[in-house]
DNA sequence: GACGTTCCATACCGATCGGTATAGAACGAT
DNA sequence: ATCGTTCTATACCGATCGGTATGGAACGTC
């Protein structure tokens, strides 16, 4: 019942999800956002709430839909595997044409006004359950003998990790996917096995 | 002639330096700036301009009295060191207790709001001036038969870069410096030599 | 000590920020 | 046809953005 909305949310949300991801949180205002999903500022708050909400919804969708690679590349049967599988799927949707640059974690990531403390430290967050998961499937590694005994799992996941934060700059800087393939295969030199 | 300032100009540029170092260009306001440096915004205007202006003084400071290390590392005998020493370099200065954490230039370097169009190009600039010169510096070293002669300066350098860059997302974000000295030490076993 | 100059304090500028109040238009139910 | 509900359009809110105009205070010079 009532009058039916005029746009589709799931549209709308994409598409904020795509400026998020360009501009970064702060980066881009209420009115870039009506804009771009071609909606009013009343059914903006109306569907998500308000800015902070609707950059939430973004996120989780860009993990769902863009992060998903990350879950599956854990469960291949060997860590270097894993590793690899993580860096080209980072730089896959680093460098994809159709994509905004970079990495809508990373370029949220930054230092920003303290305005924005809470979606920072959410961001950071979700950056550390990444890492934490990796680092406990390359601790299941090391115990199956994948990995050396000596090879620190941890470090290991936080190497991983930092490479796919850099080659984040590097594709939001304009870098290829080209070129950034070919830094995945120098940073895989360093992975044991 | 005339009424002598009251501050000390190159204490309030410093002080601007640390809060764009934190904060980032955009998240860094007037109101921030006039406080931190403990001037009104007619002296910050009349000595600096304005924030743009503020800002690239405040790069030039950075770039001299942060990112010195990275110039006398091009000098230093072999690839091998010069790669080590730039990471080690970025890693002491994002990791400074007393600095803000990361790099002020890859803080500022993400996308943000299309009003700040110039500051990243001027950043993103800053990023090639650096890689270029070690990729020409590289260049050298396999002349110097320093480096192997299938290996690429261009990618190995883009590579050193990437890795700096990582790590200063994983310092902003918290990291300690001991854990990113590790990084540095397994990221190095993907250079050759 | 009057003067030109330079700096500082305050108040103000238009524009934009995130967010909302109000009123009308489009529906299903009755 | 009318009513309650839910959407949209417009206009507006206070706060803050980067930047400036104005008026007086502190100097060197004469």
Request: glycine content about 8%; charged content about 25%.
């Amino acid at each position: 019942m009532g009058r039916p909305r005029e746009f589709d949310a799931d549209d709308a949300l994409q598409a904020a999800l795509e400026l998020f991801w360009r501009k970064g949180y702060e980066g881009t205002s209420i009115t870039d956002l009506t804009d771009g999903m071609g909606i009013t500022k009343p059914s903006l708050y109306g569907t998500f709430g308000n800015k902070e909400e609707l950059f939430r919804m973004a996120l989780q969708r860009y993990e769902q839909n863009y992060m998903a690679f990350f879950w599956s590349a854990l469960e291949q049967p060997d860590a270097r595997t894993v590793a690899f599988d993580i860096l080209r799927g980072f730089v896959n949707a680093q460098t994809e044409e159709c994509n905004p640059g970079g990495c809508l974690v990373v370029n949220a990531a930054r230092a920003c006004s303290d305005a924005a403390l809470e979606i920072h430290k959410t961001i950071v967050e979700r950056i550390q359950v990444g890492q934490k998961a990796l680092a406990r499937r390359f601790e299941r590694a090391k115990r199956e003998g994948d990995l050396p005994a000596d090879s620190n799992p941890e470090d290991l996941a936080r190497f991983i990790m930092t490479v796919a934060q850099g080659t984040a700059v590097q594709a939001s800087s304009g870098a290829g996917r080209d070129e950034v393939y070919r830094l995945v295969d120098i940073a895989m030199k360093s992975f044991p096995g």
